[in-house]
């Protein structure tokens, strides 16, 4: 089955810094790729998401690059606020796996003004 | 209210207790389902229901058992539960179950179990 890894684990960035969050994944049919944010006290919402036909798909200050060749996929993002500090989720999921969601470990994200 | 709501969002219950978690989604979705969120763990999925009908068991342990009466509403029946299932129990729902449509996530509910 499907396997996804997440790096890293914490992150500490000053406010205007770029952070980059990573992801593998092992079951090369995974078509879909969304990255989910979740905040205290709150479920994950999903900011940005991108499928196999696409190698990169940015959102104002978010963007998320694909490798299929190498089966990993990351998150960007510019100019980081306070706000932005928060719980980070990649997910993985394919077709023929009935569209199940596989998620990786999280990256807590922490933007110091 | 709109989007998904869970009750309670606080659940404090003995091994010998049974208790049910429920969860409710506005959104005119056909897909609902359960999550179990540990601290440093993966969100691992439990239960899927599409059109009220379960199509995903994730190997999830008899004490848990779900109900979904309508595509709006879905619960989660909880008897001699075991202290390592103490977690964030989060309820999601989507159009389709099975293409890749946005997961609107609830809140979730904590559970201890003493």
């Known amino acids: 089955g499907e396997n996804v890894e997440q790096h890293p684990s914490t992150l500490s960035v000053q406010e205007g810094d770029s952070a980059v969050i990573k992801c593998t994944y092992s079951?090369?049919?995974?078509?879909?790729f969304p990255w989910y944010k979740q905040e205290l006290g709150k479920g994950p919402q999903l900011i940005i998401d991108i499928r196999s036909n696409v190698g990169e798909k940015k959102d104002q200050r978010i963007a998320v690059t694909l490798n299929k060749t190498a089966k990993h996929f990351s998150l960007h993002i510019t100019e980081t606020q306070p706000e932005d500090s928060a719980v980070y989720f990649c997910a993985a999921s394919s077709y023929n796996q009935g569209g199940k969601l596989i998620f990786g470990q999280g990256t807590e994200l922490s933007v110091k003004p | 209210e709109t989007g998904v709501t869970q009750t309670p969002r606080h659940l404090v219950m003995g091994m010998t207790n049974k208790k049910s978690l429920k969860c409710e989604q506005h959104l005119g979705h056909n897909a609902m389902y359960w999550y179990k969120q540990s601290a440093k763990k993966p969100l691992e999925l439990m239960f899927v229901?599409?059109?009220?009908?379960?199509?995903e068991n994730n190997s999830v342990p008899s004490r848990f058992s779900p109900e979904c009466p309508n595509s709006s509403h879905l619960f989660l029946h909880l008897h001699t539960l075991q202290p390592e299932d103490s977690a964030l129990y989060l309820c999601?729902?989507?159009?389709?179950?099975?293409?890749?449509?946005?997961?609107?996530f609830g809140p979730g509910t904590r559970l201890t179990v003493t």
């Open positions: 229901y599409s059109l009220e009908e379960r199509v």
């Open positions: 999601a729902s989507s159009q389709d179950a099975r293409s890749h449509y946005e997961q609107y």
């Open positions: 079951d090369s049919a995974s078509n879909y």
